[in-house]
Antibody
Framework: EVQLVQSGAEVKKPGESLKISCKGSGYSFTSYWIGWVRQMPGKGLEWMVIIHPGDSDTIYSPSFQGQVTISADKSISTAYLQWSSLKASDTAMYYC???????????????WGRGTLVTVSS | EIVLTQSPGTLSLSPGERATLSCRASQTVSSSYLAWYQQKPGQAPRLLIYGPSSRATDIPDRFSGSGSGTDFTLTISRLEPEDFAVYYCQQYGSSPLTFGGGTRVEIK
C-alpha cells in the first residue's frame, strides 16, 4: 500500500524550533516529488514547498520562502519540514503529499499523509 | 500567481440531487492543469479529479470534471451521504501552485 506517515502532533512555544517528518512507503520514494501543504484552523489549503527526494531539488512558494526549510533523507524515505523560530501564526495542520506530474511545476497531489497538527502557544 | 475563486461558498442539497461546483481562475490555466479534492472533517484531502476531467483511482463515476481556460466545474451527478464534504480546486499550470477557497456541500 502506498502511504505517507507523518509524525505526531506538536505543542511548542513561540521562538522554539521544530522539525516534522513524513515517511513514504509502498513506492519508489526517490521517483516522486513530495510537497507540504498548510491548513490553518477552519481555513483552506495552501501549498508551501516541494522537494525531489532523489536530488533534494526544492521549490518554495514565495509566501513561505524563508519561513520554513524542507529537506529529505532518501536513505530512510523521509521528508522533513522545519522551523527555526516558531510564531503563534504557524499554528496549523501540515500535510505532506506525493506530487504527481511529469514536468516542473505541473504537479497535483495524489497521496496525502494524515497531517501533523502544530500548535504554537505561550 | 493564479487566484482560484470557488463558488458557491456553501451548497445545501439533499441526497440524490445533482451538485455543480465552480472554480474560476484569475488567468488561463495552461493545458487545463486543474485538480479537485474532497476533504471530510478531521481527514486529509483526497484527490478526485485531475487534468481536468480524469478521475483518480477508485473515484466513483458520479464525480466528473470539466472546463478549460479560466472556468472549471466539478459535478456530482447524484449526491450520496458520504459526498457531503468540502471540495477544493487546485491549479498546477504554473508556480506557485494554488488552491481555491473551497465549497462546502452540506445536507439540506
Amino acid at each position: 500500500e502506498v502511504q505517507l506517515v507523518q509524525s505526531g502532533a506538536e505543542v511548542k512555544k513561540p521562538g522554539e524550533s521544530l522539525k516534522i517528518s513524513c515517511k513514504g512507503s509502498g513506492y519508489s520514494f526517490t521517483s516522486y516529488w513530495i510537497g507540504w501543504v498548510r491548513q490553518m484552523p477552519g481555513k483552506g489549503l495552501e501549498w508551501m514547498v516541494i522537494i525531489h527526494p532523489g536530488d533534494s531539488d526544492t521549490i518554495y512558494s514565495p509566501s513561505f520562502q524563508g519561513q520554513v526549510t524542507i529537506s529529505a533523507d532518501k536513505s530512510i524515505s523521509t521528508a522533513y519540514l522545519q522551523w527555526s523560530s516558531l510564531k503563534a501564526s504557524d499554528t496549523a495542520m501540515y500535510y505532506c503529499a506525493r506530487a504527481y506530474g511529469d514536468y516542473i511545476p505541473h504537479w497535483y497531489f495524489d497521496i496525502w499523509g494524515r497531517g501533523t497538527l502544530v500548535t504554537v502557544s505561550s | 500567481e493564479i487566484v482560484l475563486t470557488q463558488s458557491p461558498g456553501t451548497l445545501s442539497l439533499s441526497p440524490g440531487e445533482r451538485a455543480t461546483l465552480s472554480c474560476r481562475a484569475s488567468q488561463t490555466v495552461s493545458s487545463s492543469y486543474l485538480a479537485w479534492y474532497q476533504q471530510k472533517p478531521g481527514q486529509a484531502p483526497r484527490l478526485l479529479i485531475y487534468g481536468p476531467s480524469s478521475r483518480a483511482t477508485d473515484i466513483p463515476d458520479r464525480f466528473s470534471g470539466s472546463g478549460s481556460g479560466t472556468d472549471f466545474t466539478l459535478t456530482i451527478s447524484r449526491l450520496e451521504p458520504e459526498d457531503f464534504a468540502v471540495y477544493y480546486c487546485q491549479q498546477y499550470g504554473s508556480s506557485p501552485l494554488t488552491f481555491g477557497g473551497g465549497t462546502r456541500v452540506e445536507i439540506k
